[in-house]
């Protein structure tokens, strides 16, 4: 009766809370959780191949690099050897010519003039106002002095010897240019205003083995005149001192040159 009055009373439960579950947590038939195996194995493989392949691209390209550096080093060489070969040739006939003239000069110093034979007297008056400088000009030395990429040449011994270089053809450009100053400037002229030499001889080119200019009917009169003067006997011997410290300059800076080229010849091969 009193149920049917007020009627019947649900009882209402609760609903349970959500349980919150991790990403990587799952769970089990009976409720409790289970958490998945890391794959170490996998994982490390992976990061060996990784770690690997990036090695291997920076392995390649320090390869590729270190071969277009000795590709650019033995173009500098092949460069370097051609100069010093050429330096070379130039020295030594230079060096030649210098002690065939100071052998000249101190014959004619050492004997009166009517005792000088012709040959000597002819070839000293012509080679008196040759006097030559060597060039100092730019090469492949001087280009790679000049761009900082002197390590590019591996050998410590030829770059330290290429580093002084310069200062010994500065050394010897100096006294070459002390003589030529001395010969243009006051023994030319003193010669030309006594009509020597007779502009008879034609050019020489020493670079074609002509040393000197003879004439075919002897030295004119003039030349053996030229050297009964006090004065010009006197610049003659000047030269004359100059010319054996110009010759010995020349001579080491061609075996310095030569040494250049063997260690350049040995860096090649390696």
């Known amino acids: 009766m009193i149920r049917a009055l007020f009627g019947t009373r649900t009882r209402v439960r609760p609903a349970p809370s959500p349980r919150i579950i991790s990403r990587n947590r799952h769970p089990l038939a009976d409720g409790r959780l289970l958490t998945p195996r890391i794959p170490w194995l996998r994982v490390f493989v992976e990061g060996v191949v990784i770690v690997g392949s990036i090695l291997l691209a920076f392995g390649i390209d320090a390869w590729w690099e270190g071969r277009q ?106 006294n070459e240019l002390s003589m030529r100053n001395f010969i243009w400037g006051t023994m030319v002229p003193y010669m030309a205003t006594r009509g020597v030499p007779d502009g008879r001889c034609e050019g020489i080119d020493l670079y074609a083995g002509e040393l000197f200019c003879l004439h075919s009917e002897g030295p004119p009169a003039s030349y053996r005149q030229l050297l009964e003067y006090p004065e010009f006997r006197s610049q003659l011997a000047f030269v004359q001192s100059l010319l054996p410290i110009i010759a010995v300059d020349q001579e080491r800076a061609r075996d310095l040159a030569r040494e250049f080229v063997s260690l350049i010849n040995v860096q090649l091969r390696g």
């Not at 008196?128 to 001087?142: E, K, S």
């Open 69 to 174: 550096e000795r590709e650019e080093e033995r173009e500098v060489l092949e460069g370097l050897r051609v100069e010093f070969m050429t330096v070379i040739e130039e020295l030594e006939l230079w060096a030649g010519y210098h002690r065939v003239k100071e052998s000249l000069a101190t014959q004619a110093i050492r004997l009166e003039p009517d005792e000088l034979p012709d040959a000597v007297l002819d070839s000293l008056v012509s080679a008196i106002p040759i006097a030559n400088v060597i060039d100092r000009g730019g090469g492949p030395l001087a280009a790679l002095l000049a761009s900082g990429r002197l390590e590019l040449i591996r050998s410590r011994e030829l770059r330290e010897l290429l580093v002084r270089w310069p200062d010994r053809l500065e050394d010897m450009h100096t």
